[in-house]
Every structure is written in structure tokens, then in C-alpha cells.
């Protein structure tokens, strides 16, 4: 046991870009597997949590604000436009929401697929990959529908707001062609940002959810901005 | 496999929690538009301050959930060094993003708009203490829960803090909003 703790010691004070033999030598001796040795180095001790955590995070998450500023400026330059079609105003945090929520969804599912050695040849012949991505359509589909309605139904209750048949049809355009265009970006930039991060021997947990998020977040907005200033 | 597993179920069911939190947002901003959204630079705020919550929140819950499913963290250990430096991190990840938000929204406001408006710098900094204090504590149990119960915290945390913290960053919005 005491070897155990000692090899352990010695593991988490491995600096991070120096090759690591001891972590092989502890899963072959010890019987503790690779994965979990990877965590126990990445945050050993308590102050390693906080310094490993803000390094890796602060640009990343800067970085995420900055984008997600950008995205809102094309909203703000429509801003008067914007704020008058009531169903939208009232549905834009559900489909932010919604965005971050696949985001951070598919991220951190295909970091565990990566951290559990399941990402092996060809992505498209991966039934898990692929599971999921039919799964986050099918729901995004699903709950998109269920959120117009009831941005409708709102807007018409709370600030009498009336939608025509016309308008519905716009409005409802608007938030399909941002939905379907959004998860697709989703996927790609997850599994192509989560496989190079993954080889570079980081945790895709601290990049992949605010790149993602962001970037689709940003899209949301500049494709929405779009999309209101093209029907309206 | 089927289809309609169990984690197509997990995943609509938060989702629909989740578009319901984010229908109440949308409530609120509709009530309080001349409140709220004519603050110049608003728009610009609002996305990344929402977003920031489910960012710092969910990578938190995401890591935890990594440390449980491979059982370096106790799931009836809360207390833990691990689990208190992640907090830590979050809160200083936190204030720093929050800052920089403000920072961004002022010099928009100072470029774009030829305005000064100060009050734009202190209102998400004030507003995201107050959000994170809530929310942090939340995402830490709600993780060590659900792992306890059996689920799997990854298909359900994400939609869970966007959603809590779209409601506590709104309202988080408006208590400053009232002290400032």
C-alpha cells in the first residue's frame, strides 16, 4: 500500500510535457489502469486541481466570451428589428439553451468514448458515434417544435403578441434551418477539436464544451441575425 | 442497442427541463425589455453571460463525472481535495470570465457606440458572484447525486446547469440591475 501512495507522489510531480514511463510501470505493477492514472497526475493534489483547471480553462473560457460578444454584436446591430418579433425574443435563450445543452452533451460523451479507448478507425462506422448523433437530431427536432409552440402561445398570452400564419411560418424557418445547422457544426467541430486534443495528451473535458459551445453559440447568433434580416 | 434507450429517454427529458428554463428566460426578457435589453450593449453581454455558466458549470460537472466513472473520487465523499480545488478553480474562473465580459461590453459600447457606460463592467462582475455562488453548489450535488442514483451525470448536467443557470444568471441580472 505504501508503495502504492509513494508511486502515486511521484506520478503527480511528473511534469506535464516530459514522457512518463513511471505511468506504465505503476498500471503494469499495481494493476491501476492508464486512464486513471491520467487523472490522478492531471489533478493530483488540491492546489494542482486550481492550477491545472485556471491554465487550462482561462484562455479557453476568455476566448468563449470574446466569440460569444461577436455573436451578439450582430444582434445588437438588429437589435430594434429583433426585439419587435415577440416569439423569438422569447425562444432565443431556449435555442442558446439548447445549443450549449447538445454541445456540452456531445463533448462530454465523446471525451468519455475517447478517455474509454472507444474511438478506433473509421468515425462514421462507430455505432456509438453514431447512435448519438441520430439520438441529438432526433431530440433536437423534437424539442425545437415543442419550443415554437410554446414561444407562440406565450407571446400571445403575455404580451398579446399575434402571429399570423405567414409570420409563423417564418419564425418557425428561422429556428429549424438554425437548429439543423447548428448540430451539424456541433458534431464536427466535437470530434475533430476532441481527437486532436485527445492526442495531444490533454482532457477534451476542460477545451472541448466551451470551444464548442461558443462557436455554435456565435453561429447561433450571427446565423439567426441573418436569417431575421433575410424574413423579416 | 435500441434506439429509444435509455439515454434518449435521460437526454429529452432534461432537454425539455432545459427549454422550459430557457421559455422562462425568454418570459423575462420579453416582461423586461426596456429594463434589461435597452442597457446599450446588452446583446453583446447577454449570450457569453448566459453561456458562461453552463461553460464553467458544465466542464465542472463533466470533470467529476470523469473522476467518479473511474473511481478516483468517493461518490459518498464530497469532501474531498479533488473536489474542493475544482470548486475553487470554478469560483476564480468565474469572476475572471465575468470581468472580462464587462470589459468587453464597456469597450464595444466605447468603440461602437461612442458611449461610456460603466455600470456595464460592474453588472455582469456583481451579477456572477451571485450566480455562481447558487450554481456551483448545485452542479457539485445534483453530480454526486445522479451518480449515486445510477445515471449517468453526463446526459443529464449539461441541459440541468444551462437551464439552472439561465435562471440564476437572469435573475442574478436583475438583482444587480436593482442595486447598481
Known amino acids: ?232 | 442497442m435500441s434506439f429509444f434507450d435509455r439515454d434518449f429517454k435521460e437526454i429529452l427529458s432534461s432537454e425539455l427541463v432545459s427549454i422550459i428554463g430557457g421559455l422562462l428566460v425568454g418570459i423575462v426578457l420579453a416582461i423586461y425589455t426596456d429594463k434589461l435589453l435597452l442597457i446599450p450593449g446588452m446583446l453583446v453581454l447577454l449570450p457569453g453571460f448566459l453561456e458562461m455558466r453552463g461553460n464553467i458549470s458544465g466542464s465542472l460537472s463533466s470533470r467529476l463525472s470523469s473522476g467518479l466513472f473511474l473511481g478516483v473520487i468517493n461518490p459518498k465523499k464530497i469532501k474531498s481535495k479533488i473536489v474542493t480545488g475544482n470548486v475553487i478553480a470554478a469560483t476564480i474562473l468565474s469572476i475572471l470570465v465575468s470581468l472580462a465580459l464587462g470589459l468587453i461590453a464597456f469597450l464595444f459600447d466605447y468603440i461602437v457606440l461612442h458611449q461610456v457606460v460603466v455600470e456595464i463592467i460592474f453588472l455582469p462582475l456583481i451579477a456572477g458572484i451571485i450566480a455562481n455562488l447558487i450554481e456551483i453548489f448545485i452542479t457539485l450535488f445534483a453530480t454526486f447525486y445522479l451518480f449515486r442514483k445510477g445515471h449517468d451525470p453526463n446526459n443529464i448536467m449539461g441541459p440541468f446547469v444551462t437551464t439552472t443557470g439561465d435562471i440564476s444568471s437572469t435573475l442574478a441580472l436583475l438583482i444587480t440591475l436593482m442595486i447598481i
Open chain 1, 1 to 232: 500500500m505504501k508503495n502504492i501512495k509513494r508511486a502515486l507522489e511521484k506520478l503527480r510531480k511528473v511534469r506535464k510535457k516530459q514522457h512518463h514511463p513511471l505511468l506504465y510501470e505503476i498500471h503494469k505493477k499495481h494493476k491501476i489502469s492508464k486512464k486513471t492514472l491520467f487523472y490522478i497526475k492531471e489533478y493530483g493534489t488540491e492546489k494542482k486541481v486550481i492550477s491545472t483547471v485556471l491554465k487550462e480553462s482561462i484562455k479557453i473560457l476568455i476566448f468563449a466570451s470574446i466569440i460569444s460578444a461577436f455573436g451578439g454584436l450582430g444582434l445588437e446591430e438588429i437589435k430594434a428589428r429583433f426585439i419587435a418579433i415577440i416569439p423569438l425574443l422569447v425562444l432565443m435563450p431556449a435555442l442558446n439553451d439548447m445549443i450549449g445543452d447538445y454541445g456540452t452533451i456531445i463533448s462530454s460523451k465523446f471525451a468519455t468514448m475517447l478517455h474509454k479507448g472507444k474511438i478506433k478507425g473509421r468515425l462514421s462506422k462507430i455505432p456509438e458515434l453514431r447512435g448519438l448523433f441520430f439520438k441529438i437530431f432526433t431530440i433536437a427536432l423534437i424539442t425545437t417544435i415543442l419550443g415554437f409552440i410554446a414561444s407562440i402561445l406565450i407571446s400571445y398570452y403575455v404580451k398579446s403578441y399575434q402571429v399570423t400564419l405567414l409570420t409563423g411560418i417564418k419564425i418557425f424557418s428561422i429556428v429549424i434551418i438554425d437548429v439543423i445547422f447548428l448540430i451539424s457544426l456541433l458534431f464536427i467541430s466535437s470530434v475533430l477539436l476532441g481527437l486532436y486534443i485527445y492526442r495531444k495528451k490533454e482532457d477534451p473535458n476542460n477545451f472541448l464544451i466551451p470551444i464548442t459551445t461558443s462557436v455554435a453559440d456565435f453561429a447561433n447568433m450571427l446565423i439567426l441575425a441573418g436569417l431575421v434580416i433575410l424574413f423579416f
